[in-house]
């Protein structure tokens, strides 16, 4: 057979032989191949936990058995002098199992892949998942710990002392890099974790501040001459001193005047040059209230004097003078705007009676003065002391009954106020007003209704209510010899407001006190119980709301007034802290008493 006819059946056999081998390999990939596709590669750890030829649900377990509870151990962290420990799942950082388990599980046909996978080793990296806002809070709780606002300086002036603090510097944490360094802490071989603090300095420099100071001495070193048309006036010194203040604008301490206090220290010299204009107000007519209408006023504007002034307080010397140009002075408050406050029905009036005493009618009639008219816009509180000013004869008091340390009635000024202050509280009762603050008188006064009533005291307690409806509320008040209305009125939001009384429980009987000096007061005891009363809101028919007040009045002492004998003995009195009866004068003839829980404190 010739060498042609041979090669044809020499290459067939060594065809058969690769074939062969081919087929074997083939067949040994594909073993490899099903060997490492079969769950988790062989060799496989995830930050040192093997999980290498498990399946994926046990993988999945095993990384959060083992590597999900070390992940979340505590984070400690030190920030100045001051220390925390941070949980990483409850900042927000948790391990996922299963997506990190899902890169150990990815499969190829490539060969010398599926070799590797076979015989070697590779560890992974877990996979975090990051709540930003839960670590957020985390950072915030840390950062509000920590942080300290910067202190602004301060300058406060009188014409006798400027005085100015110079601010200092806060300091605060960058929270953007402590949230970076608690997530990055996680995977890692734990250390304390320093959070990057920063000064932060005031805005306001102690330059500034001290370039203010020269302004302000400056400022009341002399006198400010106002010249408006042929008219001439001198603001002195010492209301320009009241005047001024310095808030922060930008980066500086400015300047700011007090344009009315200005005008009102000047205005009887600038009469002859203005014509005075008029507020909205309101008058009751035919069982309504109207609206009187505002009036523009001519003169000197508060802002423009106040701008005037300004510009020349840092002028040397004592011939310090501006002009100041007639122009409107408007009205606080403007017919449109009383038009718009809602006021225009009754929403409630009450009259508490008294007995008739000159001072009563002084001291409680000064009071009604002080309430009528007032204007209370919706969620602004309304103070009685605020309103009725300190009792002096200044702002028109005079001397009554009063009960002192003890229940002891003594005279003071402002006896009798109390009356005044129950008619407010009842009448804002009906009217829907939020209670505030209010304190009931600490015995029984037979004259007023039980767990309606309230007492202050100058500087110790207050009356306090807030208008919550969403209209503005006109109160009105009207005197006579023996009583005190007031009246709320505006716009109503519901069909009525009830008071339901309770019983009288935990009944205290009075103690007796002997008493052997001069100004003894002979008193009956008085009855102590407590009482609650529910104040029953209704609107379209129906109970809406159900607020209960609950009070608590003590026993007043039966007081019993003896001579002094011409040798003492020493003598036991009853316990002490009791307060007063009703008989000698009466609680009716007394005006206050000391609240509760503060004996000792006279009240009016």
């Not at 390999?25 to 988790?40: C, E, P």
């Not at 949230?179 to 734990?190: D, F, H, S």
């Amino acid at each position: 057979m010739s060498e042609h006819q041979q090669m044809p059946a020499f290459s067939k056999r060594n065809l058969l032989w690769v074939g062969a081998g081919i087929g074997a390999l083939f067949a040994l990939f594909l073993g490899m191949y099903a060997a490492t596709n079969d769950g988790v590669r062989p060799g496989t750890t995830v930050s040192g936990v093997a999980i290498g030829g498990m399946s994926t649900d046990r993988a999945v377990g095993v990384l959060e058995e083992g590597l999900g509870t070390a992940l979340n151990r505590k984070i400690e962290i030190s920030a100045g002098d001051q220390f925390f420990q941070v949980r990483p799942r409850a900042a927000g950082i948790t391990l996922d199992a299963a997506a990190t388990v899902e890169q150990a599980t990815a499969r190829g046909f490539n060969p010398f892949s599926v070799v590797t996978d076979l015989i070697g080793s590779r560890d992974i990296e877990p996979i975090i998942l990051i709540d930003q806002d839960l670590l957020s809070q985390s950072v915030d709780s840390i950062a509000d710990a920590v942080s300290v606002k910067p202190i602004e300086p301060k300058l406060s002036v009188t014409q006798k002392k400027i005085s100015l603090t110079q601010g200092s510097d806060g300091l605060e944490v960058d929270r953007v890099e402590l949230g970076t360094q608690i997530i990055a802490a996680v995977p890692e071989p734990r250390s304390m974790i320093e959070a990057p603090l920063k000064v932060t300095p005031p805005r306001v420099s102690a330059a500034d501040a001290i370039s203010a100071e020269t302004l302000a001495k400056q400022a009341v070193a002399n006198p400010v001459n106002v010249v408006v048309e042929d008219v001439k006036a001198v603001i002195d010194p010492k209301t320009i001193a009241q005047a001024l203040s310095f808030t922060i604008q930008g980066n500086q301490l400015s300047p700011e005047l007090d344009g009315a206090l200005l005008h009102a220290s000047i205005a009887n010299k600038l009469k002859r040059a203005e014509t005075p204009g008029r507020d909205a107000s309101f008058v009751i007519d035919n069982g309504k209230p109207v609206v009187v209408p505002s009036v523009v006023g001519k003169g000197v504007s508060d802002a423009e004097l106040a701008t005037s002034v300004l510009g020349i307080l840092s002028a040397p010397g004592s011939d310090r003078s501006v002009s100041v140009a007639l122009g409107t002075r408007d009205p606080e408050m403007t017919t449109l705007e009383a038009q718009q406050l809602g006021i225009n029905e009754k929403l409630s009036s009450f009259t508490q009676d008294f007995i008739y005493a000159p001072y009563r009618v002084t001291n409680i009639g000064q009071s009604a003065e002080y309430v009528n008219n007032t204007i209370l816009m919706p969620g602004e509180m309304f103070s009685m002391n605020d309103t009725i000013s300190e009792r002096t004869v200044e702002n028109g008091y005079t001397v009554g009954t009063i009960i002192g340390p003890g229940g002891v009635f003594e005279d003071a000024l402002g006896g009798g106020v109390s009356a005044a202050t129950t008619a407010v509280w009842t009448a804002a009762f009906f009217a829907g007003m939020e209670r505030t603050d209010t304190r009931a008188h600490s015995l029984y006064i037979s004259r007023y209704q039980p767990g309606l009533e309230a007492t202050v005291a100058w500087g110790i307690f207050d009356m306090k209510f807030t208008n919550k409806l969403s209209r503005a509320v006109l109160i009105k008040t009207k005197m006579t010899n023996s009583s005190m209305k007031v009246t709320f009125w505006g716009t109503k939001e519901y069909d009525s407001i009830e008071a339901e009384f309770g019983e009288r429980v935990n009944l205290k009987e009075p103690k007796k006190i002997i008493q052997r000096n001069k100004k003894c007061r002979s008193q009956s005891g008085i009855e102590g119980f407590t009482i609650t009363v529910d104040r029953v809101f209704i609107k379209d028919g129906q109970e809406v709301e159900r607020e209960p007040m609950t009070t608590v009045y003590n026993a007043g002492p039966n007081v019993v007034c003896k001579k002094k004998k011409k040798e003492p003995k020493p003598e036991v009195l009853e316990p002490s802290g009791v307060e007063f009866g009703n008989d000698t004068p009466s609680p009716a003839e007394g005006e206050s008493v000391s609240a509760a829980n503060t004996p000792e404190k006279p009240e009016n």
